[in-house]
């Protein structure tokens, strides 16, 4: 059974940074391309970064590129999403996920997820 957990999630003023971190299972991981998504209240999940496998060529939505940034240290079982620049409508639950294959902006691409860090950015 995978499990992913992810941390470093919190309220932040506007213009701030986080950092959160994608913990998983041991040999759960790198081999596989992760993703990041976010969901709002009354929002669907929204895909937001990829990494592949080998940390190499990463995938933004066009929402946080520049902002936002997805590395990943496979020694740790390890992703991370380095958030810059926050603003208020960033608000929302981040999820990590293991990528399966398919249209890599899907949810239905990923498997396992974790249960998500809440970041809250004020005005």
């Known amino acids: 059974q995978v499990q992913l957990v992810e941390s470093g999630g919190g309220l932040v003023q506007a213009g701030g940074s986080l950092r959160l971190s994608c913990a998983a299972s041991?040999?759960?991981?790198?081999?596989?391309?992760v993703g990041w998504f976010r969901q709002a209240p009354g929002k669907e999940r929204a895909f937001l970064a990829m990494?592949?496998?080998?940390?190499?060529?990463?995938l933004y939505t066009v929402a946080v590129k520049g902002r936002f940034t997805i590395s990943r240290d496979n020694s740790k079982n390890t992703v991370y999403l380095q958030m810059n620049s926050l603003k208020p409508e960033d608000t929302a639950v981040y999820h990590c996920?293991?990528?399966?294959?398919?249209?890599?902006?899907?949810?239905?691409?990923?498997?396992?997820w974790g249960q998500g860090t809440q970041v809250t950015v004020s005005s």
């Open positions: 996920a293991r990528y399966r294959g398919g249209i890599y902006y899907s949810p239905e691409a990923y498997d396992y």
């Open positions: 041991a040999g759960a991981f790198s081999s596989y391309a």
């Open positions: 990494t592949s496998a080998s940390g190499r060529d990463p």
